[in-house]
């Protein structure tokens, strides 16, 4: 999943100032800076998603330029200076010669031109410019005192100011209102080094941070991918990972207390008629026990091989690719994994606590034991991340679980993998569902009862964040860009839209592939 990349340029107008002594004075042409991105937050990211998808080189960029040039301006004056020196009455709506559409404002002028007496009327008090100095600007005049800024009602007396939605500003008070502000940092987004604001943005979350945070080792929450505000304290977790406040509230921490979440899971599969007997057990660990556990499995694959390889090539194939397509996610760190031969595995016995600076403190550990009663010997998942993330990972190797039990051997890591997607999809899915229906159960149970709603860590009403969460990691599953993983699973969700999923795996159980 791509950041986005967003660039704002200004353009400059020319305004003029002058003074009336019985005759009119124009010159002292100023700037003003014109509004280059005076849409509403959110217009201006969903252009910047526009400009991201169609850009292939970092280096193409397209800017909003409205720009009157200077000879256009000059044009203009010299039209409006002329129809002030004619005895007959100006005409409304009469167009000027070589001045491109665009340039014309968009909402038609008022006259303020009296051409029984010459004088004009100031656009902000509605009374004649009269004997003295005026502004000529925004197809206007005004008295100096009445040209005002929008934000803060004060007269603009500086040479450059900024329009907003055909409103001036100061150009302090509009960018106090308008410029950017990161995400991160809370500063101001700087300016590049061709004077244009540039920011970065979270391609779900759109959470805007200046380019720089990229590599000045601003930490992202583990779950969510969120960085880090200075303003507020990511959880350290004992492996170096952080975890933002919000997916703390839903994280599971230990191996009992994500035994309610496997039976949820279980029940899922139960309910698609895929109930698996054996007993399997899980296991929350931390990242180097499941490193140590991928690695004591593959060196026992590796063995397996090497024993069979003389006897028959073909059947060593096989076990290599059962093996692998077992290891874990191809995200940057395993996550979850489906075992199945004997070893000792450190599991987490006791939630951790929080300790001073949000650093995870007396984390308890014991061996655990495996033993191989079937095909499968545990599920292990890493730890600390939040329920819903937790049980989209154990979803995923469940269905490694149910395919190894079930006796599915020849199928392609990109098949297997893209249907283990598929029951994580659908998981998420039924929990998305279950808790908008929860949070309707929820209130509608609040006025008549005093007890307790339910905890956003169990299966049931959801938080907005959790809503958004889940959203999240399905957009992940989605638009995973890997062939295993990504490819897979658009193979197999589209599969088990056409044919079912029964269908699907009866014709993966013959045939190694997807029904097409």
């Given amino acids: 999943m791509g950041w986005l990349n967003k660039i704002f340029k200004g353009s400059v107008n020319r305004v003029s100032r002058g003074h009336y002594d019985g005759h009119w004075h124009e010159g002292n042409q100023s700037e003003h800076t014109r509004d280059a991105y005076d849409e509403s937050d959110s217009e201006d990211i969903a252009r910047a998603i526009a400009l ?6 970092p280096n193409k960029g397209k800017a909003i ?19 002030l020196n004619t005895e007959s009455p100006p005409h409304q709506n009469a167009p000027v010669e070589n001045v491109p559409t665009e340039s014309i404002p968009a909402r038609e002028p008022h006259q303020h031109v009296l051409p029984s007496s010459g004088f004009r009327t100031c656009a902000g008090c509605r009374k004649p410019i009269g004997h003295g100095r005026f502004l000529s600007c925004m197809d206007e005049v005004w008295h100096p005192q009445c040209f005002k800024c929008y934000a803060c009602n004060k007269p603009i007396s500086e040479y450059e100011f900024a329009m907003h939605e055909d409103q001036p500003y100061h150009k302090s008070c509009y960018k106090d209102f308008f410029h950017p502000k990161c995400d991160v940092c809370k500063n101001f987004i700087p300016t590049n080094k061709n004077g244009l604001i540039e920011y970065r943005a979270h391609p779900f979350w759109m959470q805007k941070y200046c380019p720089s945070h990229e590599d000045d080792g601003t930490p992202r929450c583990c779950s969510c991918e969120r960085m880090e505000p200075t303003d507020i304290k990511y959880i350290t977790l004992d492996d170096g990972r952080k975890l933002c406040l919000e997916c703390l509230t839903s994280a599971t921490m230990d191996s009992p207390e994500c035994q309610h979440l496997y039976m949820d899971i279980q029940e899922f599969f139960e309910g698609l008629n895929m109930k698996v007997e054996q007993q399997v057990p899980l296991l929350l660990v931390e990242r180097q026990a499941l490193n140590e556990a991928l690695e004591a499995e593959k060196s026992v694959s590796r063995m397996i091989i090497w024993l069979f390889c003389r006897q028959c090539f073909v059947y060593s194939q096989l076990i290599c690719s059962y093996f692998l397509s077992s290891q874990g996610h191809h995200l940057p760190e395993t996550r979850g994994l489906c075992l199945s031969e004997e070893q000792i595995v450190r599991t987490i016995l006791k939630r951790p606590t929080i300790g001073p600076g949000n650093r995870i403190m007396d ?12 095909e499968v010997t545990a599920i292990l998942i890493l730890y600390g991340l939040p329920r819903l993330q937790t049980g989209s990972i154990l979803a995923h190797e469940m269905m490694h679980a149910y395919l190894r039990l079930k006796g599915y051997r020849s ?10 997607q598929v029951l994580s999809h659908l998981w ?28 956003s860590s169990k299966k049931g009403a959801k938080t907005e964040f959790e809503k958004k969460l889940g959203a999240f990691i399905k957009n992940q599953i989605e638009t995973d860009s890997s062939v295993e993983y990504g490819d897979g699973f658009r193979a197999g969700i589209q ?16 045939t190694g592939s997807f029904p097409y």
């Fill in 411 to 420: 199928l392609s890591p990109q098949v297997e993998e893209g249907i283990c």
């Fill in 363 to 374: 984390m308890i550990t014991g061996p655990y034991k495996l033993v191989r009663r079937c």
């Fill in 428 to 455: 998420l899915e039924s929990e998305i569902i279950a808790g908008a229906s929860g949070n309707a159960a929820s209130s509608s149970a609040s006025s008549s009862s005093s007890s307790a709603a339910p905890t």
């Fill in 495 to 510: 599969a088990v839209e056409q044919y079912g999923l029964r269908s699907t795996l009866d014709h993966m159980r013959l």
């Fill in 52 to 57: 991201s998808l169609a850009e292939q080189d």
């Fill in 65 to 83: 330029d409205p720009d009157y040039s200077l000879e256009e301006d000059e044009q203009l004056a010299r039209a409006l200076q002329e129809s």
